[in-house]
């Protein structure tokens, strides 16, 4: 449905020198599939998806969405996109603004107050649907820019740091939403420096860094979050919790940190060398309450791909 084929974008600024904003960048969003774009700051997702909306012209490859050049496409269809800064015009209301919005992304007339009801109650803005826009919390502002991305049922999805200043309540809400959006007919990406949120969120996950793909992680591969783990380098930090024999920990883990209570953080080169050194705890009478990766399994390919050692 969306395809980056050997994209290139190199800023010209008036003064000084040329910056390589994206290089070689090569990605396909299949229908039906949510795809999560991360990278430290300055990696180029912004220009990526100014490229998507047909707002920057690559320099070299082509952007393709549905076989079309986005413009083209976004014209005929739309798209559902949420900026990373929701600029609303401060002195319109809730309503007023999800009207315009309606108008201008092509729903017809008599669908308008209906289309607009709907995305207030989903996003819970009943009680502000009266208030101007200047008057509204950042998080009731993110919601009202949520709205106005679903107020199309569009086939591509572009969501910019979407949870940007929601409380915790909403940001698990906001989970739901996105799960309701799934369809097969349909293209999510969301940018988010959330790794935790992507990982729950996201089919895939492209980490980019100075311009480039480093690694497409696939979140949702089978056996979920240890088969991602076997797969790449399950070299890591974990946290065991010991109900009795904790003594033994240190001498099986050398390296293992007491973080009192039955509590330690131990160091595995991989998963193999973890699992034997569990067995052998047990063999020995640990009993052993629990134990989980210290780092999400996303946020460690992560920056094995952005090049930092954990
Ligand atoms: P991200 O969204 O991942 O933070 P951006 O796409 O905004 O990354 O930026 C990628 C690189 O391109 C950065 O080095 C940034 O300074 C540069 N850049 C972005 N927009 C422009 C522009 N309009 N003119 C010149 N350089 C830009």
Do not use: C
């Not at 490229?51 to 012209?57: A, D, F, P, Q, T």
């Not at 798209?79 to 092509?106: H, K």
């Not at 729903?107 to 200047?134: S, T």
Request: hydrophobic residues 45%; without cysteine; proline residues 5%.
């Amino acid at each position: 449905m969306i395809e980056f084929r050997n994209v290139g974008k190199t800023y010209q600024p008036l003064f000084g020198s040329p910056v390589r904003a994206v290089e070689d960048f090569s990605l396909t969003i299949e229908l039906g599939e949510v795809m999560g774009i991360a990278g430290p700051n300055g990696a180029g997702k912004s220009t990526l998806i100014s490229m998507l909306l047909g707002y920057v012209l690559p320099t070299e490859g082509t952007v393709r969405i549905d076989g079309m050049e986005p413009r083209a496409y976004i014209e005929r269809y739309g798209v559902g996109y949420l900026s990373e800064l929701i600029a609303i015009n401060p002195r319109w209301t809730v309503d007023g603004a999800l009207a315009r919005y309606a108008i201008l992304a092509g729903v017809p007339e008599g669908e308008i107050q209906p289309r607009v009801d709907e995305v207030v109650e989903r996003l819970g803005l009943d009680e502000h649907r009266r208030k101007k826009v200047k008057e509204l919390s950042k998080g009731n502002l993110q919601r009202l820019g949520l709205a106005q991305a679903l107020l199309r049922s569009e086939a591509v999805f572009i969501l910019d740091e979407p949870t940007h200043g929601l409380d915790p309540v909403w940001t698990t809400k906001f989970r739901d939403i996105v799960e309701q959006l799934r369809r097969p007919d349909r293209a999510i990406l969301i940018a988010s420096h959330n790794l935790d949120e992507l990982e729950r969120l996201a089919d895939r996950v492209a980490i980019i860094d100075r311009g480039q793909l480093q690694r497409v992680v696939d979140v949702r591969g089978a056996g979920g979050e240890l088969a991602l783990l076997g797969a790449g380098n399950a070299a890591g930090t974990y946290r065991l919790s010991v109900a009795a024999g904790a003594e033994v920990v240190p001498e099986v883990f050398p390296g293992a940190r007491n973080l009192g209570r039955g509590e330690f953080v131990v160091e595995a080169s991989d998963l193999a060398a973890l699992n034997r050194g569990v067995a052998e705890l047990i063999v020995r009478g640990t009993l052993l309450a629990g134990f989980a990766p210290v780092q999400s399994a996303l946020e460690q390919q992560f920056r094995e791909a952005i090049g930092e050692v954990t």
